[in-house]
Nanobody, 123 residues
Framework: QVQLVESGGGLVQAGAILRLSCSVS????????MGWFRQAPGKERETVAT???????IFVQYSMKDRCTIATDGKNTASLEIARVKPEDTAVYYC?????????????????WGQGTRVTVSS
């Protein structure tokens, strides 16, 4: 069974760099589109960034383009870095993946979800 292993998160000081990592474990013979999504208290889940297996197709939420970087090592691992974090970045961050080579930014396209990691930005 394919699972996602997330790491990172926790309490982060405003202005610092947030780093999250996610890897696909289990039956990993295929290629995966991977993404990071977040849900803040009282808000809808939103896409932060997505990346295809080779890293040559990337989506980053427009409002975060100047602060957010997503990367892959080409081996079904995706890392997310958010610079200069703000209190409004406080949310539960979810890694998600779907096997295949198609690219998407909509969370509905993703089939495998991690447990989520809580990020709290203190001011």
């Amino acid at each position: 069974q394919v699972q996602l292993v997330e790491s990172g998160g926790g309490l982060v000081q405003a202005g610092a760099i947030l780093r999250l990592s996610c890897s696909v474990s289990g039956r990993t013979g295929g290629h995966y589109l991977m993404g990071w999504f977040r849900q803040a208290p009282g808000k809808e889940r939103e896409t932060v960034a997505t990346i295809n297996w080779s890293g040559d197709s990337i989506f980053v939420q427009y409002s975060m383009k100047d602060r957010c970087t997503i990367a892959t090592d080409g081996k079904n691992t995706a890392s997310l870095e958010i610079a200069r974090v703000k209190p409004e970045d406080t949310a539960v961050y979810y890694c998600a993946a779907v096997e295949g080579t198609a690219f998407a930014s909509d969370s509905r396209h993703f089939r495998i979800w991690g447990q989520g990691t809580r990020v709290t930005v203190s001011s």
